[in-house]
C-alpha cells in the first residue's frame, strides 16, 4: 500500500554521499503542505498516519516517566520530538521500539497493534532505531556493520549457516547493497576499518547507514547529531532529508531547536512525560507553553529560540 | 638436573592428553565468551555433563558405551537449556554468578549419596570405557608407553589422543565456518552490543542460546574424553577452578580467534609442565635445602605451585594482553567491555 | 609504572607469607586418621574407644579415649580402609548398614581423613532419608543453627556488597579475606604479634608466643582491613584509574582468588587446624537447643557488630557517605565527596569484617579453602538481599543461612547447599534485584 510512494532504496542516491548545503537544496519534500490542515494540538489527527499511540505510560517506583494520551505520526514525514531532559523522550522512543513495555497504552504500526513486540520483529515489520549513544559494534569492520542490517540472509541461521553454498549468494547481494550504500554515505574507503576506530560522528553515520540496510518504513532517530562536529551535522541533515525524499518515515528525539526548524516538518513537545504542544516548527517556536517548560524547567537546556522567543 | 626429562615431559604435555580436553572446553568457552560475550563462568558443568552422560549410560542403564556419546550430548543440550531458557536476559554479571552456581550444583547433586546407583556418588564411576579401548591402534600389552623425539605416550593414552585431536581439528573447522557466516556475525554483533543487534532484527536471546548450546556440548566433548582416558569419572575433578584455568587457556590465545583455544591450551600445558618439572628436578639438586628453607618450597607443594602460577597468569593476562599473547594492540583498544 | 606498582603490591603480599611461616612447619608425613564419634539417642556426640581400623596392605590403629586414630602410610595413593565392626561398642552401629569400608585417596605429605559415622541403636539402610522426622525440638536447633551460619555470613557479605556498591565490581576473592582472616587468626593465636617472626618468640604474650584467641582474632581483623587496603591501594585503585572494564575486573578478582588460595595451601599445608583456645567444648542445653558456648559468644558479638554497623551506615558522616556512594557515584563525587577515600575505606572494612567472620568460621577449623567453600554461599545471599545494598546483605545472609538448614528437614543434609544456590539462581530469575532492592531504570 505504502511501496508506491517510496522511492527505490538503492535507486535514491543521486544526491551523492557529499550533501553539501548546496544539493540539500534541491531534496524534494513530498509531504509539502500535507500540515496545513492539520490543528496544533496534542494528540490531534494526521492525514495519513503510520504510527499511532494511545494512552501509552510508564512508571519507574512513584515516577510517571512517560504518560502519552494520543500521539499520531505523518507518514513520509519528518517529525522531531523535543523536550527538557528528563522529559520521558528517549523512555517513550524505547516503548514504541519494544526495548521497554508500557505499564498500559496501545501502539499501533501500520494500524496493526505491535504491543508487546519483542524488539527484534519490528525491524521485520519496518521499524528500525538508531540510539542516543551510539551503538557502532566496534570490532567488526564497517562493511560488517552494514552487513548485518540485511534482512533474508538464510546465512543467519545455524545449520545454513555449515553450508556456504547455501548463503554465499545472498552475501554477495548484501555486499553490493551494503557497499552502494556506503558510496551514498561517502564513506567507501572506510569499509574495511573497525568501526570502533571511526570519530562519534562517523559511527552516527554508520549507524544511520545501517539502519537502511534493512530498508524501514519508519526510521527512529535518537539524537542522531549529539555529539557529531558542524561540518558533519550538514551532511548528516542532509542524508535525513534524503530519507524523506525515499519516502520513509522519519521521527528523531532533539535538542538543538536550530535543527529541527531546519528539517522537520511536524513537532511534538513532551516535558514531564506527556506531550504538551504540536505544530509545525514556527508554530512551536512562538508556543508559550513550550518556551516556559523550557526555560522553567531547565535554564542550562541547550534549547534555543534566538530571536523567535 | 635431568634436562632430558623435563623436555619430554613438556612437549609430551604441550600436546598430550590434557591439553586435547581442555583445547575443546575453551573452544566451547571461546564461542561463548569470546564471540557471543557470555559471561559463562560455569564451563566445568558441561565438561561434567557430557563425562557424566557416557559414565552413567555404561555404568547405570548398562546400556551400550556408543550410545552413551550420543546420550552425553543431550546431556550438554539440555542443561544448556535449562542454564539458558532462563538466564540469558540476565545482566552479564549475574549469568556469570548464575552460571557458576549451576556448575557447582551439578557437582553437588553426582556426589550425592541418593545417587550412589546412578552415578557412584563421591567415589564415581571406574572401568566404563573398555569398548573405546579395545579399538585401540596403538595396544600394547600392558599399557606401555611409545617413544620418540622428545615424546612418550602410553599405548591407551596415544589413542584417546589421535581420536581427541580428530575432534578438537574438526570442533576448530566448525567453529571456523559459523563463524566466517552471517550467523557468526551475528553473534560478534551480539557481544559488541546486544541492544544494536535487537534493533536490527536479530533475536539476540535465541542466538546466545544457539550458543551456548553448541559451546556447551564442545565442551562436553572434552569432559567425555577426559574421563574415557582415565577410565574413571568423580564429581570433584569438576570444581570451579577448571572454568577459570579454561578461561586462562581461552586468554592465552587470544578472545575471539578461532585457533587460540588449541593454540593457548598446548602453550599452557607446555609451560606450567616445564616450570613443575623444572622446580621439581631443581628441588632434587644441592639446591633443594634452601628453596625449602626460604621459600617454603618442597616436594610436597611444588603441585600447589602450578594453581599459584595459572592464577596470577589469569589476572596479568586479563590486565595487560586481554587480547592474547599474539594479539595487536590496537584490537585491545577497541575493547570496551 | 603500573605494572612496577602491582608487581611490588604482589610482593608485598606473598613477603607477607614468607614472613609469616618462619617458624617453620614440620610437614607431617602423609597418614590416613579419623575421629570416631557416636551419635547418642539425643543428638550428643561422644567418642568411640579401643575400635580397630585396618588400612588394607599397611596396617592398623585402635581408636584412643577421644575416639582418634591414625595409621601412617608409605606413599601416597588410594586405600582402604575398614571399621571393624566387632569392636564397636555394645548397642552402637554404623549409621549406615554394611559402610564398614571406605576407599580414600591420600596425597604427598597430608593426612587424610576416614570418616566412619556411628549411632546409638540400629543404623539405617544405605540411600535411605536418614532425617529423623520434623520434630519442634529439630526446628528450634536448626532454626538457631541456621542464625548462627547465617550471622557469620553476613560478616563476609556485607563488604562483598559494599564493595560492589561502591565501585560496581564483584570480588570473587573475597572468600579469600575471609579465609585470610582466619588463618592470620591461627598465626597470631598460636604464635603471637612478633612471635610469627622466629627470633621475637621469647617475648612476653601478647607480642611473643602465642596470644589468646580474643586478641588473635583483633590482630586478625587488622590484618584482614590490611589486606583489604593493600588489595584496593595497589591492585584496585589502578584497574580503575586505567578505566578496565567491570568484566575485566571481576575475572581478574577470579585471577586473584586462585593466586591466593593456593598460596595459602602452599604456606600453610592442606590439612585443616584448630585454634589453640576454645576447641573441645561440649554443648549446653538451652531450652530444646543444644550449643556451644562459644558459639554462643560469637553469634553475640556477630550481632552486635552487624548492629554497629547498621548503625554505623545510617548514622556515621563515613556510612553516609558510602551509601550516597553506592546510590550515585557521580552525584556523589559531584556534592564534594572524597570517592576515593570512600573505597579506601570501604575496602578496610569489608576486610576486616570478613576476617572476624574467617575467625567465626575458623572455630570449627581453619583450612585454606574454608572461605572458598562458602562463597557461593556468601553470593547467595548478598544477590538475595540485593547487590549494592547493605543491608540487603544482612537479611540475605540471614535467609541464606535458615534456608540452607531447615532445607535438612525435608532433604538429605550432603544437597542443602545445593538448595541454596538454586535458591539464588530462583532469585536472581525472578526478582533479579534482590529482596531489598529497587527495579532499575533502563535507559
Same mark, same amino acid.
Not at chain 1, 512513584?62 to 531532559?85: C, F, M, S, W, Y
Not at chain 1, 508500557?102 to 540510539?131: C, Y
Not at chain 2, 544457539?210 to 572434552?222: E, H, N, P, R
Not at chain 2, 570433584?236 to 575471539?256: E, H, K, S
Given at each position: 500500500?505504502?511501496?508506491?510512494?517510496?522511492? =527505490?532504496?538503492?535507486?535514491?542516491?543521486?544526491?551523492?554521499?557529499?550533501?553539501?548545503?548546496?544539493?540539500?537544496?534541491?531534496?524534494?519534500?513530498?509531504?509539502?503542505?500535507?500540515?496545513?490542515?492539520?490543528?496544533?494540538?496534542?494528540?490531534?489527527?494526521?492525514?495519513?498516519?503510520?504510527?499511532?499511540?494511545?494512552?501509552?505510560?510508564?512508571?519507574?517506583?512513584?515516577?510517571?516517566?512517560?504518560?502519552?494520551?494520543?500521539?499520531?505520526? +505523518?507518514?513520509?514525514?519528518?517529525?522531531?520530538?523535543?523536550?527538557?531532559?528528563?522529559?520521558?523522550?528517549?523512555?517513550?522512543?524505547?516503548?514504541?521500539?519494544?526495548?521497554?513495555?508500557?505499564?498500559?497504552?496501545?501502539?499501533?504500526?501500520?494500524?496493526?497493534?505491535?504491543?508487546?513486540?519483542? &524488539?527484534?520483529?519490528?525491524?521485520?515489520?519496518?521499524?528500525?532505531?538508531?540510539?542516543?549513544?551510539?551503538?557502532?559494534?566496534?570490532?567488526?569492520?564497517?562493511?560488517?556493520?552494514?552487513?548485518?542490517?540485511?534482512?533474508?540472509?538464510?546465512?543467519?541461521?545455524?545449520?545454513?549457516?555449515?553450508?556456504?553454498?547455501?548463503?554465499?549468494?545472498?552475501?554477495?547481494?548484501?555486499?553490493?547493497?551494503?557497499?552502494?550504500?556506503?558510496?551514498?554515505?561517502?564513506?567507501?574507503?572506510?569499509?574495511?576499518?573497525?568501526?570502533?576506530?571511526?570519530?562519534?560522528? +562517523?559511527?552516527?553515520?554508520?549507524?544511520?547507514?545501517?539502519?537502511?540496510?534493512?530498508?524501514?518504513?519508519?526510521?527512529?532517530?535518537?539524537? =542522531?547529531?549529539?555529539?557529531?562536529?558542524?561540518?558533519?551535522?550538514?551532511?548528516?541533515?542532509?542524508?535525513?532529508?534524503?530519507?524523506?525524499?525515499?519516502?520513509?518515515?522519519?521521527?528523531?528525539?532533539?535538542?538543538?531547536?536550530?535543527?529541527?526548524?531546519?528539517?522537520?516538518?511536524?513537532?511534538?513537545?513532551? $516535558?514531564?512525560?506527556?506531550?504538551?504542544?504540536?505544530?509545525?516548527?514556527?508554530?512551536? &517556536?512562538?508556543?508559550?507553553?513550550?518556551?516556559?517548560?523550557?526555560?522553567? /524547567?531547565?535554564?542550562? /537546556?541547550?534549547?534555543?529560540?534566538?530571536?523567535?522567543? | 638436573?635431568?634436562?632430558?626429562?623435563?623436555?619430554?615431559?613438556?612437549?609430551?604435555?604441550?600436546?598430550?592428553?590434557?591439553?586435547?580436553?581442555?583445547?575443546?572446553?575453551?573452544?566451547?568457552?571461546?564461542?561463548?565468551?569470546?564471540?557471543?560475550?557470555?559471561?559463562?563462568?560455569?564451563?566445568?558443568?558441561?565438561?561434567?555433563?557430557?563425562?557424566?552422560?557416557?559414565?552413567?549410560?555404561?555404568?547405570?542403564?548398562?546400556?551400550?558405551?556408543?550410545?552413551?556419546?550420543?546420550?552425553?550430548?543431550?546431556?550438554?543440550?539440555?542443561?544448556?537449556?535449562?542454564?539458558?531458557?532462563?538466564?540469558?536476559?540476565?545482566?552479564?554479571?549475574?549469568?556469570?554468578?548464575?552460571?557458576?552456581?549451576?556448575?557447582? /550444583?551439578?557437582?553437588?547433586?553426582?556426589?550425592?549419596?541418593?545417587?550412589?546407583?546412578?552415578?557412584?556418588?563421591?567415589?564415581?564411576?571406574?572401568?566404563?570405557?573398555?569398548?573405546?579401548?579395545?579399538?585401540?591402534?596403538?595396544?600394547?600389552?600392558?599399557?606401555?608407553?611409545?617413544?620418540?623425539?622428545?615424546?612418550?605416550?602410553?599405548?591407551?593414552?596415544?589413542?584417546?589422543?589421535?581420536?581427541?585431536?580428530?575432534?578438537? $581439528?574438526?570442533?576448530?573447522?566448525?567453529?571456523?565456518?559459523?563463524?566466517?557466516?552471517?550467523?557468526?556475525?551475528?553473534?560478534?554483533?551480539?557481544?559488541?552490543?546486544?541492544?544494536?543487534?535487537?534493533?536490527?532484527?536479530?533475536?539476540?536471546?535465541?542466538?546466545?542460546?544457539?550458543?551456548?548450546?553448541?559451546?556447551?556440548?564442545?565442551?562436553?566433548?572434552?569432559?567425555?574424553?577426559?574421563?574415557?582416558?582415565?577410565?574413571?569419572?568423580?564429581?570433584?575433578?569438576?570444581?570451579?577452578?577448571?572454568?577459570?584455568?579454561?578461561?586462562?587457556?581461552?586468554?592465552?590465545?587470544?578472545?575471539?580467534?578461532?585457533?587460540?583455544?588449541?593454540?593457548?591450551?598446548?602453550?599452557?600445558?607446555?609451560?606450567?609442565?616445564?616450570?613443575? !618439572?623444572?622446580?621439581?628436578?631443581?628441588?632434587?639438586?644441592?639446591?633443594?635445602?634452601?628453596?625449602?628453607?626460604?621459600?617454603?618450597?618442597?616436594?610436597?607443594?611444588?603441585?600447589?605451585?602450578?594453581?599459584?602460577?595459572?592464577?596470577?597468569?589469569?589476572?596479568?593476562?586479563?590486565?595487560?594482553? =586481554? @587480547?592474547?599473547?599474539?594479539?595487536?594492540?590496537?584490537?585491545?583498544?577497541?575493547?570496551?567491555? | 609504572?603500573?605494572?612496577?606498582?602491582?608487581? /611490588? %603490591?604482589?610482593?608485598?603480599?606473598?613477603?607477607?607469607?614468607?614472613?609469616? !611461616?618462619?617458624?617453620?612447619?614440620?610437614?607431617?608425613?602423609?597418614?590416613?586418621?579419623?575421629?570416631?564419634?557416636?551419635?547418642?539417642?539425643?543428638?550428643?556426640?561422644?567418642?568411640?574407644?579401643?575400635?580397630?581400623?585396618?588400612?588394607?596392605?599397611? %596396617?592398623?590403629?585402635?581408636?584412643?579415649?577421644?575416639?582418634?586414630?591414625?595409621?601412617?602410610?608409605?606413599?601416597?595413593?588410594?586405600?582402604?580402609?575398614?571399621?571393624?565392626?566387632?569392636?564397636?561398642?555394645?548397642?552402637?552401629?554404623?549409621?549406615?548398614?554394611?559402610?564398614?569400608?571406605?576407599?580414600?585417596?591420600?596425597? $604427598?605429605?597430608?593426612?587424610?581423613?576416614?570418616?566412619?559415622?556411628?549411632?546409638? %541403636?540400629?543404623?539405617?539402610?544405605?540411600? !535411605?532419608?536418614?532425617?529423623?522426622?520434623?520434630?519442634?525440638?529439630?526446628?528450634? @536447633?536448626?532454626?538457631?543453627?541456621?542464625?548462627?551460619?547465617?550471622?557469620?555470613?553476613?560478616?563476609?557479605?556485607?563488604?562483598?556488597?559494599?564493595?560492589?556498591?561502591?565501585?560496581?565490581?564483584?570480588?570473587?576473592?573475597?572468600?579469600?579475606?575471609?579465609?585470610?582472616?582466619?588463618?592470620?587468626?591461627?598465626?597470631?593465636?598460636?604464635?603471637?604479634?612478633?612471635?610469627?617472626?622466629?627470633?621475637?618468640?621469647?617475648?612476653?604474650?601478647?607480642?611473643?608466643?602465642?596470644?589468646?584467641?580474643?586478641?588473635?582474632?583483633?590482630?586478625?581483623?587488622?590484618?584482614?582491613?590490611?589486606?583489604?587496603?593493600?588489595?584496593?591501594?595497589?591492585?584496585?585503585?589502578?584497574?580503575?584509574?586505567?578505566?578496565?572494564?567491570?568484566?575485566?575486573?571481576?575475572?581478574? !578478582?577470579?585471577?586473584?582468588?586462585?593466586?591466593?588460595?593456593?598460596?595459602?595451601?602452599?604456606?600453610?599445608?592442606?590439612?585443616?587446624?584448630?585454634?589453640?583456645?576454645?576447641?573441645?567444648?561440649?554443648?549446653?542445653?538451652?531450652?530444646?537447643?543444644?550449643?556451644?558456648?562459644?558459639?554462643?559468644? $560469637?553469634?553475640?558479638?556477630?550481632?552486635?557488630?552487624?548492629?554497629?554497623?547498621?548503625?554505623?551506615?545510617?548514622?556515621?558522616?563515613?556510612?553516609?557517605?558510602?551509601?550516597?556512594?553506592?546510590?550515585?557515584?557521580?552525584? *556523589?563525587?559531584?556534592?564534594?565527596?572524597?570517592?576515593?577515600?570512600?573505597?579506601?575505606?570501604?575496602?578496610?572494612?569489608?576486610?576486616?569484617?570478613?576476617?572476624?567472620?574467617?575467625?567465626?568460621?575458623?572455630?570449627?577449623?581453619?583450612?585454606?579453602?574454608?572461605?572458598?567453600?562458602?562463597?557461593?554461599?556468601?553470593?547467595?545471599?548478598?544477590?538475595?538481599?540485593?547487590?549494592?545494598? *547493605?543491608?540487603?546483605?544482612?537479611?540475605?545472609?540471614?535467609?541464606?543461612?535458615?534456608?540452607?538448614?531447615?532445607?535438612?528437614?525435608?532433604?538429605?543434609?550432603?544437597?542443602?547447599?545445593?538448595?541454596?544456590?538454586?535458591?539464588?539462581?530462583?532469585?536472581?530469575?525472578?526478582?533479579?534485584?534482590?529482596?531489598?532492592?529497587?527495579?532499575?531504570?533502563?535507559?
Amino acid at each position: 500500500m505504502t511501496d508506491d510512494k517510496r522511492a =527505490p532504496i538503492l535507486g535514491a542516491t543521486a544526491g551523492g554521499g557529499g550533501a553539501g548545503a548546496a544539493v540539500q537544496e534541491n531534496i524534494h519534500n513530498p509531504v509539502e503542505g500535507v500540515f496545513d490542515t492539520v490543528e496544533a494540538v496534542p494528540g490531534s489527527k494526521k492525514p495519513d498516519t503510520i504510527l499511532t499511540a494511545q494512552n501509552v505510560t510508564r512508571r519507574f517506583g512513584g515516577l510517571k516517566a512517560v504518560d502519552v494520551e494520543t500521539l499520531h505520526v +505523518q507518514r513520509g514525514a519528518i517529525t522531531a520530538l523535543i523536550g527538557p531532559n528528563g522529559a520521558g523522550k528517549t523512555t517513550f522512543f524505547n516503548l514504541l521500539t519494544g526495548f521497554d513495555n508500557p505499564d498500559e497504552g496501545h501502539v499501533e504500526l501500520n494500524g496493526v497493534s505491535i504491543d508487546g513486540v519483542a &524488539s527484534h520483529k519490528l525491524a521485520a515489520k519496518g521499524m528500525v532505531r538508531t540510539f542516543q549513544l551510539t551503538k557502532a559494534l566496534s570490532r567488526l569492520t564497517v562493511l560488517d556493520n552494514m552487513k548485518l542490517g540485511a534482512k533474508n540472509q538464510p546465512g543467519e541461521n545455524f545449520l545454513k549457516a555449515l553450508v556456504s553454498s547455501m548463503w554465499t549468494d545472498r552475501e554477495a547481494e548484501v555486499d553490493a547493497q551494503a557497499r552502494e550504500l556506503l558510496a551514498r554515505f561517502n564513506m567507501t574507503h572506510m569499509a574495511d576499518e573497525f568501526a570502533g576506530t571511526l570519530s562519534g560522528g +562517523q559511527r552516527k553515520l554508520v549507524e544511520m547507514a545501517r539502519s537502511l540496510m534493512t530498508d524501514p518504513e519508519v526510521v527512529m532517530l535518537d539524537e =542522531p547529531m549529539a555529539g557529531v562536529n558542524p561540518a558533519l551535522t550538514q551532511s548528516l541533515l542532509g542524508h535525513v532529508k534524503q530519507l524523506r525524499a525515499e519516502g520513509r518515515t522519519v521521527i528523531f528525539v532533539e535538542h538543538d531547536m536550530d535543527m529541527v526548524r531546519e528539517i522537520s516538518d511536524w513537532v511534538v513537545v513532551m $516535558a514531564e512525560g506527556e506531550i504538551i504542544a504540536e505544530g509545525t516548527p514556527d508554530a512551536i &517556536s512562538a508556543n508559550q507553553a513550550v518556551v516556559d517548560a523550557y526555560l522553567g /524547567s531547565h535554564h542550562d /537546556s541547550e534549547l534555543d529560540f534566538g530571536e523567535d522567543s | 638436573m635431568n634436562w632430558d626429562l623435563i623436555f619430554t615431559q613438556m612437549f609430551s604435555q604441550a600436546f598430550g592428553v590434557n591439553a586435547m580436553v581442555y583445547a575443546l572446553a575453551a573452544i566451547g568457552l571461546n564461542i561463548h565468551f569470546g564471540y557471543t560475550g557470555l559471561l559463562n563462568f560455569g564451563q566445568v558443568g558441561f565438561m561434567a555433563a557430557g563425562a557424566y552422560g557416557v559414565a552413567m549410560t555404561v555404568f547405570w542403564l548398562n546400556w551400550n558405551f556408543w550410545l552413551g556419546i550420543g546420550i552425553g550430548v543431550i546431556f550438554c543440550v539440555v542443561l544448556a537449556l535449562i542454564l539458558g531458557v532462563p538466564t540469558l536476559r540476565l545482566r552479564a554479571d549475574y549469568l556469570g554468578i548464575t552460571t557458576i552456581a549451576a556448575s557447582e /550444583s551439578i557437582r553437588l547433586f553426582v556426589r550425592w549419596r541418593g545417587n550412589r546407583e546412578r552415578t557412584g556418588a563421591a567415589e564415581g564411576i571406574n572401568d566404563f570405557a573398555d569398548s573405546f579401548f579395545a579399538l585401540n591402534v596403538f595396544d600394547k600389552p600392558g599399557n606401555e608407553s611409545y617413544q620418540f623425539l622428545f615424546f612418550e605416550y602410553r599405548a591407551n593414552d596415544l589413542w584417546v589422543m589421535l581420536v581427541g585431536w580428530i575432534v578438537v $581439528a574438526f570442533c576448530v573447522l566448525i567453529n571456523w565456518q559459523l563463524i566466517r557466516s552471517p550467523w557468526g556475525r551475528v553473534l560478534k554483533a551480539i557481544r559488541e552490543d546486544e541492544d544494536a543487534a535487537r534493533s536490527l532484527g536479530k533475536n539476540a536471546y535465541s542466538y546466545k542460546l544457539q550458543a551456548l548450546v553448541l559451546g556447551g556440548v564442545i565442551g562436553g566433548f572434552g569432559g567425555m574424553l577426559q574421563v574415557i582416558s582415565k577410565q574413571s569419572v568423580q564429581p570433584d575433578t569438576f570444581n570451579p577452578v577448571i572454568t577459570f584455568l579454561i578461561w586462562t587457556i581461552v586468554i592465552i590465545g587470544g578472545v575471539g580467534k578461532v585457533w587460540s583455544p588449541v593454540v593457548g591450551s598446548i602453550i599452557y600445558w607446555g609451560l606450567i609442565s616445564l616450570m613443575i !618439572t623444572f622446580m621439581r628436578e631443581l628441588i632434587g639438586t644441592g639446591a633443594g635445602p634452601n628453596l625449602d628453607r626460604f621459600l617454603n618450597l618442597s616436594i610436597l607443594n611444588v603441585d600447589q605451585l602450578r594453581f599459584v602460577i595459572f592464577g596470577g597468569a589469569l589476572m596479568l593476562l586479563m590486565w595487560f594482553r =586481554p @587480547q592474547g599473547i599474539f594479539g595487536s594492540r590496537e584490537e585491545m583498544a577497541l575493547d570496551d567491555r | 609504572m603500573k605494572k612496577l606498582q602491582f608487581i /611490588s %603490591g604482589l610482593a608485598i603480599v606473598l613477603l607477607s607469607f614468607v614472613g609469616l !611461616t618462619a617458624p617453620a612447619w614440620s610437614q607431617t608425613e602423609q597418614e590416613i586418621n579419623g575421629r570416631l564419634q557416636i551419635r547418642t539417642a539425643d543428638g550428643e556426640r561422644v567418642p568411640a574407644e579401643g575400635v580397630i581400623i585396618t588400612v588394607d596392605g599397611v %596396617g592398623e590403629a585402635i581408636s584412643d579415649a577421644d575416639g582418634v586414630w591414625s595409621v601412617s602410610v608409605p606413599e601416597p595413593g588410594i586405600y582402604t580402609v575398614f571399621v571393624d565392626e566387632e569392636t564397636l561398642p555394645d548397642g552402637v552401629s554404623l549409621r549406615t548398614v554394611g559402610r564398614s569400608s571406605l576407599e580414600v585417596e591420600v596425597e $604427598a605429605g597430608k593426612p587424610k581423613t576416614a570418616l566412619f559415622s556411628l549411632v546409638e %541403636g540400629e543404623g539405617t539402610a544405605a540411600g !535411605t532419608n536418614t532425617s529423623e522426622g520434623i520434630t519442634g525440638r529439630r526446628i528450634a @536447633q536448626l532454626t538457631v543453627e541456621g542464625l548462627k551460619q547465617g550471622l557469620y555470613l553476613a560478616m563476609a557479605a556485607v563488604g562483598l556488597s559494599l564493595i560492589y556498591g561502591t565501585t560496581g565490581l564483584v570480588n570473587f576473592a573475597h572468600a579469600e579475606l575471609v579465609t585470610w582472616g582466619g588463618l592470620m587468626t591461627y598465626f597470631f593465636n598460636y604464635y603471637g604479634l612478633a612471635g610469627m617472626i622466629g627470633f621475637l618468640a621469647p617475648l612476653p604474650a601478647p607480642f611473643g608466643g602465642g596470644s589468646n584467641l580474643i586478641f588473635a582474632a583483633f590482630f586478625g581483623m587488622i590484618a584482614g582491613g590490611a589486606m583489604g587496603y593493600l588489595l584496593d591501594r595497589f591492585l584496585f585503585r589502578t584497574l580503575r584509574r586505567q578505566g578496565v572494564s567491570l568484566i575485566a575486573q571481576m575475572v581478574i !578478582t577470579i585471577g586473584l582468588s586462585i593466586l591466593m588460595r593456593y598460596a595459602f595451601v602452599y604456606f600453610f599445608g592442606g590439612s585443616p587446624r584448630s585454634f589453640r583456645n576454645f576447641t573441645a567444648q561440649s554443648a549446653i542445653d538451652i531450652g530444646p537447643v543444644q550449643i556451644t558456648p562459644k558459639d554462643l559468644i $560469637a553469634m553475640g558479638i556477630s550481632t552486635v557488630v552487624l548492629l554497629a554497623i547498621g548503625g554505623l551506615l545510617t548514622f556515621t558522616r563515613i556510612g553516609k557517605a558510602m551509601r550516597a556512594v553506592s546510590d550515585n557515584r557521580d552525584l *556523589a563525587e559531584s556534592s564534594g565527596i572524597d570517592v576515593q577515600r570512600v573505597i579506601s575505606t570501604v575496602w578496610i572494612f569489608g576486610g576486616s569484617v570478613a576476617a572476624l567472620g574467617g575467625v567465626f568460621f575458623g572455630l570449627d577449623q581453619v583450612k585454606w579453602d574454608f572461605g572458598f567453600r562458602i562463597l557461593l554461599l556468601i553470593f547467595a545471599a548478598v544477590t538475595l538481599g540485593g547487590l549494592g545494598t *547493605a543491608y540487603g546483605a544482612l537479611v540475605g545472609a540471614i535467609v541464606i543461612g535458615l534456608v540452607v538448614n531447615l532445607s535438612t528437614l525435608f532433604i538429605d543434609p550432603e544437597l542443602k547447599n545445593m538448595i541454596a544456590l538454586l535458591s539464588m539462581v530462583l532469585v536472581l530469575m525472578f526478582r533479579p534485584q534482590g529482596l531489598l532492592g529497587k527495579a532499575e531504570r533502563i535507559g
